[in-house]
């Protein structure tokens, strides 16, 4: 896992440019109380990177004055952030949507018995990995008894109304590929979860997104250690779709990692590739107050062809 990645270039990924900011996507930190295979963050219980206070009212002031509709928060583990309820309650007052890239597995630590029920009272949308319906799946990926947890905390969030037909409680599910493939179609993917969770659990859920894994960081490192990575690169760029440009999550989308700085996603954030604007080789959210974005060019190198190959793949699933 400590192998070398190969260094991603930037000469064949078309050029695009931004369109109209509609999404703030929040890294809270990498501490998380998991570490799994496929992570791009590296996320671990043993990671110290954690947003202040200070940090965390300068995103709210950012949310204030921009044209953002959803606060984006992910991790790590956000919840394990002393901020993160504060910054839930704070954003949900100026009428922004929040969404909570939650693990599921965190509603079971303790210390957040009442986590749950703190996401329903603030009509927080969930949306939560679960790469497979088949414990042993989860638990090779994710770590071991991860998949009961999941199982867990899904009845306890349907039991508050999460996922349930016609509620306004939001519950997505995220399947990532267990190895070095694209994700099967999203659609019937999403029958086959909605039917086994049901069968086997009772379970229900919104919507389910398909995400292809970034060759980055852990997952990469895990390609190279098994002499894999150049054979996953060949088969992103060789499923490109240019129709595919236009929808990617970058285009409506910046990221802020936990010191307040600004990337075009998350993956170039975790690559320390940062938002270019006005010339500065790095970009504070403060910098970019009452700023329009629009037309801005966005950072690409090849690691983006894991956003356009296929059917697509953003932070909300499937592009096509």
């Known amino acids: 896992m400590h192998d070398t990645l190969p260094l991603l270039e930037n000469t ?42 200070q940090t965390a009212e300068q995103i709210l002031d950012y949310l204030k ?7 984006d928060l992910t991790g790590g583990a956000p919840e394990l952030n002393p901020q993160f309820r504060w910054l839930v309650e704070s954003a949900r007052k100026l009428g922004a949507n929040v969404n909570d890239r939650c693990n599921l597995t965190i509603l079971e630590e303790p210390g957040q018995e009442d986590l749950a ?41 349907n039991r508050l109304g999460y996922g349930l037909q016609d509620s306004s409680l939001k519950l997505n599910l995220v399947y990532n590929p267990v190895g070095p493939y694209l994700p099967p179609s999203q659609q019937p993917l999403e029958a086959e979860y909605k039917k086994q969770l049901y069968e086997r659990y009772g379970i229900h859920f919104t919507r389910l997104y398909t995400i ?3 060759p980055i960081q852990r997952f990469g490192s895990t390609l190279v250690s098994k002499g894999e990575f150049t054979k996953y690169m060949t088969l992103l760029t060789d499923a490109h779709k240019d129709s595919n440009l ?16 600004v990337y075009d996603c998350d993956f170039n ?10 010339g ?41």
């Open 246 to 261: 236009d929808s990617v999550m970058c285009r409506s989308l910046i990221s802020v990692d936990w010191q307040g700085y």
């Open 269 to 278: 954030q975790m690559l320390k590739l940062p938002l270019l604007f006005g």
């Open 212 to 214: 292809a894994n970034m």
């Open 65 to 71: 004055h921009s044209s953002v509709t959803i606060l």
């Open 117 to 157: 029920q703190f996401l329903a009272d603030h009509q927080v949308e969930i949306t939560a990995s679960l790469p497979c319906y088949l414990e042993e799946n989860v638990d090779s990926q994710r770590g071991k008894s991860v998949f009961a947890n999941s199982i867990n905390a899904l009845q306890k969030l």
């Open 280 to 320: 500065k080789p790095k970009i504070h959210i403060t910098e970019l107050m009452n700023q329009n974005l629009e037309g801005n060019p966005i950072v690409v190198m090849d690691h983006c062809y894991g956003c356009t190959a296929g059917q697509g793949s953003s932070c909300g699933g499937a592009l096509l």
């Open 12 to 53: 064949s990924f078309p050029a695009i440019a931004r369109g109209r900011l509609t999404i703030l996507q929040v890294n809270l930190g990498y501490l998380c109380n998991q570490q799994c295979l496929h992570c791009h963050v590296n996320a671990s219980p043993k990671r110290k990177e954690i947003m202040d206070r």
